[in-house]
T-cell receptor, first 114, second 114 residues
Framework: KQEVTQIPAALSVPEGENLVLNCSFTDSAIYNLQWFRQDPGKGLTSLLLIQSSQREQTSGRLNASLDKSSGRSTLYIAASQPGDSATYLCAVRAAPPGGFKTIFGAGTRLFVKA | EAQVTQNPRYLITVTGKKLTVTCSQNMNHEYMSWYRQDPGLGLRQIYYSMNVEVTDKGDVPEGYKVSRKEKRNFPLILESPSPNQTSLYFC?????????????FGSGTRLTVV
């Protein structure tokens, strides 16, 4: 059964710092991995999508990598800002023989201090 | 505007009174899914659909029903709601089962069962 783990559970950093969020998964049979941002009480905003054949994706200050063989993904945030404060979630879309479910990690709660 | 629309946004109901939460997408997506989000448990998949008339259980399907009679709509039905179904519910869609284009999420429905 696919399990997704995110470390750390919470992180507090000063503004301007570069940081890395980690996501690991137990089954390498995946279609893709997607990173989301969620503000308190709000919906999910997609940040980056990495297909299983890709190694990384970039958008602005964000860079996500995927190492399918080791079951790991990282989200790198450069020059963090107070507006980056939110919960960051990774989600894995399983592929056969694991079925077609999507499994979410529990998230990393990020606080960027001004 | 490409979007996933859920209704209602907030709902308070009594135990045992049947209810339906609607979900509609205007992107011609094949794959649609329902999630519930609970503190400490994260996002858990309830049901998903790979296309019209094709649905399958996620990790927490008990107490829920779904149907996919049209490509754009994927309603979530609670035949006899109970207090343990109090939660924040999200509908999401993606272009294909293989995850092309990643997920787009609705704004969420906060359900309280008393």
């Amino acid at each position: 059964k696919q399990e997704v783990t995110q470390i750390p559970a919470a992180l507090s950093v000063p503004e301007g710092e570069n940081l890395v969020l980690n996501c690991s998964f137990t089954d390498s049979a995946i279609y893709n991995l997607q990173w989301f941002r969620q503000d308190p009480g709000k919906g999910l905003t997609s940040l980056l999508l990495i297909q299983s054949s890709q190694r990384e994706q970039t958008s602005g200050r964000l860079n996500a990598s995927l190492d399918k063989s080791s079951g790991r993904s990282t989200l790198y945030i450069a020059a963090s800002q107070p507006g980056d404060s939110a919960t960051y979630l990774c989600a894995v879309r399983a592929a056969p023989p694991g079925g077609f479910k999507t499994i979410f990690g529990a998230g990393t709660r990020l606080f960027v201090k001004a | 505007e490409a979007q996933v629309t859920q209704n209602p946004r907030y709902l308070i109901t009594v135990t045992g009174k049947k209810l339906t939460v609607t979900c509609s997408q205007n992107m011609n997506h094949e794959y649609m899914s329902w999630y519930r989000q609970d503190p400490g448990l994260g996002l858990r998949q309830i049901y998903y659909s790979m296309n019209v008339e094709v649905t399958d259980k996620g990790d927490v399907p008990e107490g829920y029903k779904v149907s996919r009679k049209e490509k754009r709509n994927f309603p979530l039905i609670l035949e006899s709601p109970s207090p343990n179904q109090t939660s924040l519910y999200f509908c999401a869609s993606s272009l294909s089962t293989g995850g092309s284009g990643g997920y787009t999420f609705g704004s969420g429905t906060r359900l309280t069962v008393v």
